[in-house]
């Protein structure tokens, strides 16, 4: 049987335009699952996550229609035939009793054993469900974090989860053969989950995730994480035999490409017929002491109320020491609560530069119920201010996104206004007066040169010929996983009057290219010396040296990618971190993909040479030493070390103790000159390729590609074979 796990879809009902990835989509992800049931029994988990709108929505369009995706989702899911669904914390945001009652009305079996009513501890779902998959029965439970990152149902508690859990884990224990446990409290939590109940064989995680695998497996139990916005889904391939449940494949599954379902497709499409014209939200976060911050409020405020579709939401960024600032704050969040109707003239008159209590007594607030509210509510609603702040990585005051995104522009009310006049399905009256730029970047039509002419607070695009010159892209031939050149995008809007042309370096022109100006790797970007004339110029000279008639970038500019070195076909080194987070996952792949002889070698990111490195960096060179050393002596003993490497539950900060049958990790290493020579070999290697990451890969000893996921490096490894000399190849030329 197979077991599916989704989760973190935040609304993503329909397939992405998205550059990159798969684009997801529910009726594509219905393809899928009945791809696999055509074939063995499935059981499909979801970890919760489903709803549109919060803070990790990337496509949120305001309340209505981030429930209406909502409701998309719930119906989708529904047809799609899961079989235990848990809650997500951003799902709550729209009442646990509706969500319930309409997962119901869908057929979505919801679980949560640890969301409660806050009136009598009734069980907002149902605490587990029992699914039978051949002859096999899986108990499945779910628990919801109690992190708050945003308003959610105030009527509802969240309960310990351990505690939950073994309230109902006997009973489970009695129903089924298999206990699952779909826990949306992020992987650091899920791993306490596990350790509290080490016969649950199959935990789902949602919420948050440190691992880039799929599926972790840790002492006899599988940990499926989910694929964000359902661009993926992780798949297990599981055996029962006589009572003993073991795994088999598993890994990610990419979720498009497929013939998408049609039924779904239709109920999606009839569902999303109730969108209205999309919200904008403004967040800006700022610190009350924040002089910049509370003129933010000043100008926004007026833009959020002459757009019908903005609103304005003001978080907090700092810590829960008990300061002037923080006392303030929370009674800015008492008179949001218990005053919501006058908030944002509450914000207005404070950010004009009314005292606190002035702004209370000159709204006709009643001072002691603010005081008594801060004081009961206050610690826990600017915990989760100051969470959602910091999960967003937020420090500066103040800092503006639009609609879950970083704006890219000041909080300033003209160009606030400005962007969101160039949102806007049907333009506002407002929007003729703005000025229609505030600096060059806003100013942009295709072959042509924008400048903005100011005049005040604003100005107008003025467009005029650009200056022509000749770009030149020297390219190498083919190269195998080389999708797109945003150097030569970049330049196309930088310089719109350059003449783009891509030479390849076989041809007679590249030929003379390549001898004239003998570049070590390709791509080669040659500008002509008539771009200094551009009106851009200043923008790109500080990365450019000249070289005859040509500007070129200076080296470190741009990473190399294709290098003059022997090529060897079908050859692939790997170049691994020993002390990567997931360097058992990345060596097992590789470990899987290649011949008797491992064609991998360790990263390292200083000098060897150097007296100033760090204990972490002696580590990972020690072990280095060891995987280098073993290649050159052990022959298959290389392999087998790196067997047990992988299998090692060390921290990776220890060095592995290897196995019985294992060479030994100090065979034949010391600190020798011959040992000294090879390591400092090595490291020139790695700095001719300019290797960067804790995983990439060499292809037929020229072609250097950066494996950012495992599914990345998983595509790379099936397309590409381990050559007999590409070791060879990678280590000697």
Known sequence: MTVL????????????????????????????????????????????????????????????????????????MGLIGYDAVTLGDDDLQYGAGWLAAKAAEFGVPLVCANLVTGRDSTLVAAPYVVAQKGTVTFAITGVVTDDRLFAVDTLVAVREPVAAVRDIYGEMRKRADVRVAISHLGEEQTKKLASAFPDCAILVNAHRKESTRAVLERDGQLIMQFGFQGKKMSFADLVFTNGVLSAGKHGWLSVGGDTPVPIIAQAVSARLAALEEPAHLLDLYLMTECPHGMRAVRDLLPVSESFTTASLDVWFIGSLEDTAQSREERIWLAVEALYPELYNDFAAVRAGGTGLFETVRALALDSSMLVSWAGEHGNEMLAMHYSRSGRLGVTACPTLFINNQPAGIPPEGMRVARELCARAEGKPRMCDSLPE??????????????????????????????VTFEFIALMPDSMLFFEQDRTIETTRELFPGARI????????????????????????????????????????????????????????????RYFHRRKMKEGLAVFIDPLFADVKEVLRLALEAHGPRAAIYPALFADPASENLTNTEKTRQAEALRWLVLREQSGNGYRHYLEGYMRNDSSGERPYAPEANAPSADTGISSTTADSALVMQHWQLLQELEIQGPVEILIDNRELVPADSYGELRSLLEKKAFGPGSAAGAAGE
């Open 437 to 466: 730029c505030f600096e060059d970047r806003d100013c942009s039509t295709p072959g042509k040169i924008g400048v903005c002419a100011r005049d005040g607070g604003g100005g107008t695009c003025v467009f005029r010929e650009p």
């Open 501 to 560: 042309r891509i030479v390849r370096m076989s041809s007679r022109e590249g030929r003379r290219i390549l001898q004239k100006l003998k570049p070590e790797a390709l791509p080669l970007y040659l500008f002509d010396s008539k771009v200094k004339k551009a009106a851009r110029f200043e923008v790109a000279k500080p990365g450019l040296v000249r070289q005859g008639r040509w500007y070129v970038f200076k080296e470190g500019v741009l990473r190399k």
């Open 5 to 76: 796990v989704t989760g973190e879809t935040h609304g993503m009902v329909r397939a992405c335009d998205c550059a990159g990835g798969p684009p997801g989509g529910l009726a594509n992800r219905a393809s899928v699952v009945a791809g696999i049931r055509g074939k063995r029994p499935v059981l499909l988990l979801d970890g919760g996550g489903f709803s549109g709108g919060g803070v990790y929505d990337s496509y949120t369009e305001g309340r209505h229609n981030d429930s209406v995706r909502t409701l998309a989702a719930l119906e989708a």
